[in-house]
């Protein structure tokens, strides 16, 4: 692939993916440092990503009956201490405030790593009976999370994310929900970003601090290491209990409600740059990318072309392409490679001789190939190649994930596979922590999910030789 490379300034992603990935994230104008460790400055064409992501996802939460609200994003100390498991899951995270302007606080305040409390604070003032149920809320907003370690997208500590937080009746209610919008997140990956995904539970180790269940979607990375790109918590009545939230049931009877929460957050950028990127940048979703398509007119200064190629994109335009033009004096060869850095998924090019021939030349960035259009088909050409630059880029994904995905019968096979070939492994487990410690720390694998979709691959444990009936998957992660 290097002698194909059109950015020098890009790491080729064999030599060092990690270098790759920051030199993508910059060059492409997706990101800027700012002075703040770990706060990052996301720029217009990464926030117009993020724009089109919340799009999808918001019609998706309204449509299943989810209001937007805005919580603040200070909780006095006092309140997240009321979920003992909660705060002890956070606490080495949590950023505080202590003084408001020059003078000391009474109490400190948590600028929010999650909103879990102030939601449950404020329900406990406005659920008195099972009329009020459900109550279905979502905010947009930015957490902050004291990360030792960051990067771009992928370990900021602030970042912009979307927080679901629902009450209910009963328990089969919120399981309920919390199984729905896992399946709108893997909707989401699967049929707008084209990332295939694995759905599952995570082991108690592993689950949402103060959660009875967490479940999750799992996604390989071109360097065949894990991504969580989207979590839905079940909490049972137990944050109902420390907030002293209940409510007047049909019999009247006072009863703990139930409770869930579930996020997608600026992560999943992360996770679109590692699947589908190359070595010559993006490679961007088409649904989600801010420009679908690029039309670059040849030979500009000869009559009549540069009005062609705007001609072109207002017809885009008026069909609900998101269609730019570049007339910039940049060379053309200079305009490929700048828009193949931007990931665009098409690229229109005409010149004098296709006007001639009433045609133009469109690129799919997902695979190079070149396909010539007859002009008046343009309206009905367009969307049929861009559907096509999707399903190719899922099927090049989820090719890397089943090739890369084995089974494993003992602790030493399993780390053999991870060391050489790299990727997800499946094995049995008795579901005892010490086994699922000894994978992390002799095989430096932690278990990713147990999925939905279990497989029986052998009557016991890989790493204790117990009797095992779940099959879990195991990586090297994000």
Same mark, same amino acid.
């Given at each position: ?6 950015? *020098? ?6 030599? /060092? ?7 993508? $994230?910059?060059?492409? &104008? ?20 993020? #724009?089109? +992501?919340?799009? +999808? !996802? &918001?019609?998706?939460?309204? %449509? ?28 080495? #995270?949590?950023?505080?405030?202590? !003084? ?12 929010? =790593? ?37 990067? =771009? ?6 970042? !912009? ?13 919120? $399981? %309920? ?9 893997? /909707?989401?990956? %699967? ?57 007047? /049931? ?56 540069? &009005?062609?190629? *705007?001609?072109?994109? /207002? ?28 990931? $665009?998924?098409?690229?229109? %090019?005409?010149?004098?001789? &296709?006007?001639?021939?009433? *045609? ?50 003992? !602790? ?37 999910? +147990?999925?939905?979709? *279990? ?24």
């Amino acid at each position: 692939m290097a002698k194909d490379k059109k950015v *020098q300034a890009i790491t080729d992603m064999e030599v /060092d993916f990690g270098q790759w990935f920051t030199d993508v $994230v910059v060059k492409a &104008d997706l990101i800027d440092y700012s002075g703040v460790k770990g706060l990052f400055i996301l720029r217009p064409y990464g926030y117009a990503i993020w #724009e089109n +992501i919340q799009s +999808i !996802l &918001d019609k998706k939460f309204k %449509e299943t009956g989810h209001e937007n609200v805005s919580m603040p994003m200070l909780i006095p100390e006092s309140l997240l201490q009321k979920e003992k498991d909660h705060v002890e899951g956070f606490a080495p #995270e949590c950023a505080w405030v202590t !003084l408001g302007g020059s003078e000391p606080l009474q109490e400190k305040l948590c600028i929010r =790593p999650t909103s879990e409390t102030l939601f449950c604070d404020h329900w406990s003032h406005v659920v008195h009976s099972w009329r009020d149920l459900p109550m279905k809320y979502n905010q947009w907003c930015s957490v902050l999370r004291w990360e030792k370690t960051t990067r =771009p997208f992928l370990r900021g500590r602030e970042f !912009l994310w979307q927080e679901g937080h629902t009450i209910h009746a009963t328990a089969e209610e919120a $399981v %309920e929900e919390t199984k729905q919008m896992l399946e709108i997140y893997a /909707d989401c990956c %699967e049929n707008y970003l084209a990332m295939p995904v694995i759905r599952g539970n995570k082991t108690d180790k592993e689950k949402f601090a103060g959660a009875e269940d967490t479940y999750t979607i799992e996604c390989m990375m071109h360097d065949k290491k894990a991504l969580q790109s989207g979590t839905s918590h079940y909490f049972g009545d137990g944050f109902a209990k420390a907030f002293n939230i209940t409510f007047a /049931d049909k019999e009247n009877k006072l009863s703990y409600p139930h409770e869930t929460s579930w996020g997608m957050s600026t992560r999943i950028i992360g996770g679109i740059i590692m699947t589908h990127g190359d070595n010559n940048g993006l490679v961007l979703p088409p649904k989600i990318a801010p420009i679908q398509v690029i039309v670059l007119p040849i030979a500009q200064h000869k009559p009549g072309v540069a &009005d062609k190629a *705007q001609e072109l994109v /207002d017809r885009l335009k008026k069909i609900d392409v998101r269609a730019k033009g570049d007339f910039s004096d940049n060379s053309p060869g200079w305009k490929f490679a700048e828009y193949e850095m931007k990931g $665009v998924p098409l690229r229109i %090019e005409i010149g004098p001789r &296709d006007i001639e021939n009433n *045609q133009c030349v469109a690129v799919m960035r997902s695979t190079g190939e070149k396909i010539t259009l007859n002009l008046d088909e343009l309206e009905e050409k367009i969307p049929q190649l861009l559907e096509a630059v999707h399903t190719t880029m899922f099927e090049k994904a989820k090719k890397n994930m089943e090739e890369h995905t084995c089974c494993a019968h003992s !602790l030493e096979e399993a780390k053999e596979i991870q060391e050489t070939k790299g990727g997800f492994i499946k094995t049995m487990w008795c579901g005892d922590l010490e086994c699922e410690m000894a994978m992390k720390e002799k095989a430096g694998m932690s278990s990713r999910c +147990i999925p939905f979709e *279990q497989e029986h691959i052998g009557d016991t444990c890989a790493i204790c030789g117990k009797p095992a009936d779940k099959m879990v998957i195991w990586g090297v992660a994000y």
